[in-house]
Every structure is written in structure tokens, then in C-alpha cells.
């Protein structure tokens, strides 16, 4: 008789499958996988997506339903322009990647061309995906329940984050980045204070970052529809709950912080 070997992608379509049993859940699996379109895809994105597909797959195969979702953080500010790449691109760094124009002319903005690049990689490879974006979904709405939660608990949060932020930089911290109006920079910018009814945002751009100082515009906006995003960790814990995301594959790196969105997931589930 031929052995029956089972590979790691069954193994964990079953733990997912057993994860579920008690909730009776009849509802397709989602499994989500990042992108930061700071630059081109590469090979290792090409492999975290192909590592949940696999998922993906074994599940299928056991008769479930799923749905794969590629995020793009394309929210996030610009560190430093990536090698080969124009060098004009110096005077955008800490905007938004999304509020870049396209350095190659080809797309409507920088994240744009990096997103398309994501998509063309996928079906290449015959990968099913769901694209979804920052800057799309904050901007359609769809973080604007967990923003709140996260602006009416920023203490709880803050406490979560404790232990991963040093003392300086718990004393300025917010789980909130005010996208600045005058600069148009992400995080140069500081919260002062928040309005939990309104759920307005008071902000300064007073912070530097990566060599770039803030322009010193003091402002109030509203933290909704795309004013802002939400810090990295909080931003990924929404993104399940926003989503339902049931599964997330990540390296050993993120061991402690895939802990810390768990803590912060659940923190959301018991103050909604």
C-alpha cells in the first residue's frame, strides 16, 4: 500500500477546520497576506502568498470554502526611496505611499504601480486573490468602527503596546497617525488629544522622522474615512476584525507582535 504523507498545508487546513468546529461556522475561511508597496514585490512576497495558497488549497480539498486577501499597506509613509529608483523620490519621504505620483509615469500614484505589480505576480502564478488596499478601505469606511473602539481605548492599548515601546516613546505614542493637511506627511505628525464623541483628532506635525521634520501645523480633523490610519499593529488587528480574518501565516520575527494583535483583537471583541 502507498504511504499517505501529510504535508504542513493539511496539517494546518486541520488545525484551522478543528479551530472552527466549536463555532459551527459554516462560513468561507479568509486568510489574509500583507504587502508593503514601499517597492516592488519580491521573492519573498511572492512566497508568503504562495505559503497561504497552500493553505488555501488543503482546505479546499477538505471541502471548505475560502477566501485569500493580499493587503497593501499603501498608507504607509515613504522611508527612503529603494535602490535604483529615481531620486526625486527623496523630497516624498513620510507621505503616504498611496499620495505619491507614479516616479515611471505608468499608474495614478507610486503604491499604484507597486499594487499592479503585486496583482500581475499573482495571476502569473495562478494564485486566486482578493486585492485590498489602506487606501481604499479607510477611505470607503471599512476601519471606521475599529477606529473608534481604538480611539475610545487608547489607554487599554497603549497598555498592550507597553511592553514593546520604550519609555520615550510610549510618553508620545498613539495608536493614531493624523495624516497632516498642510504637509501631507504621516508620521511626523503627533496626537495631542481626541474628542471620543466627535471622534475628532487634535493633532501636531512637530516629530522627525527618517531626516524630515514635521512643517508645525497644529490642527483638529476627523480620525474617519482617510484622515489617518492606524498604527501598524493596531492597523493589523483591525484588518482581522474588519475582515474576519481566520488565518495569517508569519516568521518567527513576528512571533511576539502576531501575540500582541491577538491581545489587541480580543481587547476589540470585548469593548465593540
Known sequence: MKKQYILWPHDE?????R???????????????????????????????ART???????????????????SDDMDGLRRPPTGFPKSLESYVGKPLCNI??????????????NARLREMAEHFNIPIQFRSSSVEYARGAFNNQIAMVLRNSDTIASIMSTDLSESTLAT??????????CGRVYTTRVLEVDPASLQVHYTCDRTVDGVSGCGNIATM??????????????????????????????KDLIRSCDEVAQLRAAAARNK
Request: charged share 20%.
Open 19 to 49: 479551530a472552527r468546529e466549536s463555532t459551527e461556522s459554516r462560513e468561507p475561511v479568509v486568510l489574509e497576506t500583507g504587502f508593503g508597496p514601499s517597492g516592488p514585490p519580491h521573492l519573498g512576497t511572492c512566497g508568503e502568498i
Open 101 to 114: 505620483p507614479d516616479p515611471f509615469g505608468e499608474h495614478e500614484s507610486y503604491s499604484a504601480n507597486m
Open 173 to 182: 505614542w498613539h495608536p493614531f497617525l493624523p495624516i497632516c493637511e498642510r
Open 222 to 251: 476627523s480620525a474617519l474615512d482617510g484622515g489617518g490610519k492606524l498604527a501598524w499593529k493596531v492597523d493589523w488587528a483591525s484588518r482581522w476584525a474588519a475582515f474576519g480574518v481566520d488565518y495569517e501565516i508569519h516568521g
Open 53 to 71: 495558497s497552500f493553505v488555501a488549497f488543503a482546505l479546499n480539498e477538505r471541502g471548505v470554502e475560502t477566501h485569500l486577501i493580499a493587503f
Open 13 to 17: 487546513a486541520d488545525r484551522i477546520i
